[in-house]
DNA sequence: CTGTTAGCGCTTTCAT
DNA sequence: ATGAAAGCGCTAACAG
């Protein structure tokens, strides 16, 4: 009694709130009361029922038993999101844009983390939908999907951010446009000696960078570049403090002029080699990146990047994935949202004259 | 007929297999089936029968679906995993321990993200634990549990790195003894001017933190430190950034002789803005990171941090939550996994002597 | 050792 | 406008 006293009305229910608790608290049958509470366009029901009904369901804190709808209706309602578990913190805009995109279509989304020491293929995911865990399969594994790796998928699923073996299932960015945007800044600042640095090029973005690069390094003539190496390297720190260090050697410390980088742990070790080999930054050597991070305004040296559509990436993976789930043909999907080339200048101590200020 | 050529003979079901397929090829019954595929402890199943109800599953590629199962046994085997959707990568090596130990202990773990320009209280998760989508919650969320918040969860929870509003659910580190272990090596190098850097006052490791910190400055006495101010930011490069040219107006140029940062991206903005002023670390100023990350030996000056117990910490929260799931009752779990202090020199290019060598 | 049966909570067709 | 009943795929108590 005396922790009665102390409970709201609309106790914590001991047992769960069923549809049946509802219908007998209504006195109704539990088909009318399902028919109110999923707003059944074929529904005639009387304006009052339905009102009660919801009072009751709201008083008795009903919430729909997931297992029990899904398994009747053979769907879950929800995808797997595979992503890889990395520092980089690309990913969670992408996972906020289909977050935000599956939350419209009313639909949950499993964000499955792949340990990078541990990659699977993607195959190995089909289950969670065989298993009925999810009703489709958002893949950015870690492991490039192959194109010999046997059967196509049976389940409905999509790539993001990668091809996969079999067309049709694709959903990625234009990232040879991003390799030009940046190429045609270099030539804009007659910079010839160029350098990609980027991921292992088992990874589809990488692969992809790394051939639009190459080809524009080939198509030499006037006003074009005339040198383009692609360098890869580990997507750490480490990798790109390395990968530098290899570089300065070969050209007897003569730096490249311009190195764009493909990954923002790689850009901070880039940034911390060129510092200790006392490069100059831009002046010497002009650094793009291919992500956008509010970490690029705090490394000490001003840096370009190119701002790549990742929030609309995660939208358009969960649109074309849940077309699939809902019976339509898979499609490949490029984004072809506007890209441009951002400006980081070091962040300016608070409160002090800016330069621009001090010469005026 | 082409088309079929190419297809494997365990064909990819058009239809998933259900226990009553594998039943029919084997000429069994359903429940036989389940009670091998289970292995029904009670079973008494002849091993040729078992042997061909298993070789049967395999080649059919059956695969238990796991709503019907949960919806009959009244338990989905998963378990919610709320995080906070931020840059700092500590919550990936949390979630990286959780997902280890919920894995051997047969259970799957649903990440939940969670914006931190939109926080939700703990409570508005609830629902996903009485929609069965999951049987218990392990809650890392943005905001902190506020104490006056009103009534307990109702169902299996555990607070992961915060404490809930009531006792008994609180899954943590020891902070306190991270403090110490910074206020000891600080008072071994004989630094009295201290500043612990943190996030905002609403997160409860910081509270915790900065309560600790705010005592030992406190008690002072031979060989005690003497002063110990909380500095609150926002934990992001421009939290770190600017509180330090606070810090640095305030005392009119002098830097702390030590500053304690609480997380990763603002340590960023700190060695940035100490590196602007001209501050020497650590010879003016010695910092520490009271988080762990590879890209501490990329910021171009040496750093300590205190290794934080993070992947036990997730394992821990997961067995905690496991425990109540399995009826027993929730208890509060403080890890005490011995800390230490970690030096961090620069990265030196790689082939070159260090100066160790350089001396020898 | 194996089969029969009931039922988890819900949706949906059909009947009234 | 509402109720009755079947059934999603599985497990577990009970029969044989």
Partial sequence: ????????????????????????????????VSRVLNEDPHQSVRAETRERVRTTARRLGYRPNALARALKQAR?????FVVPMVRNPIWSVVERGALDRAAQRGCDVLVVSEPPDRPRAAASYEPMVLESRVDGLLLATTRRPRVRSGAALTVPHVYLNRRGP??????????????????????RQDRRDL???DGPRE?????RRATAAGAASTASGPGRIHRVRVVHAEATEQG????????????????????GVGSLPQLTGVVAALRAAGVAVPAGTAL?????DAVLDYLGVPVASVAMPLAALGAAGVDALLDQVGGQPPR?????????????????PPGRPTPAARIA
């Fill in 332 to 348: 490949d999907v490029l984004l072809r949202t506007p890209m441009s080339l951002i400006g980081h200048q070091p962040a300016r």
């Fill in 203 to 207: 990874v589809d973005t990488v692969h």
């Fill in 195 to 197: 350098v990609l640095l």
């Fill in 166 to 187: 079999h067309p049709g299932h694709d959903v990625v960015m234009d990232e040879e446009a991003a390799i030009a945007l940046w190429l045609a800044e270099m030539a």
């Fill in 1 to 32: 009694m005396s922790t009665a006293l102390h409970r709201p009305s609309t106790d914590g229910p001991t047992h769960r709130v069923r549809l049946v608790d509802v219908a007998q608290a209504t006195g109704l049958d539990v088909s009318t």
């Fill in 240 to 259: 790109g403090w390395q990968a530098t260090w290899r570089l300065l050697d070969a050209g007897r410390g003569r730096a490249p002029e311009g190195i």
């Fill in 76 to 80: 879950t309602g929800a995808v797997a």
């Fill in 288 to 292: 793009v990146s291919f992500d956008d």
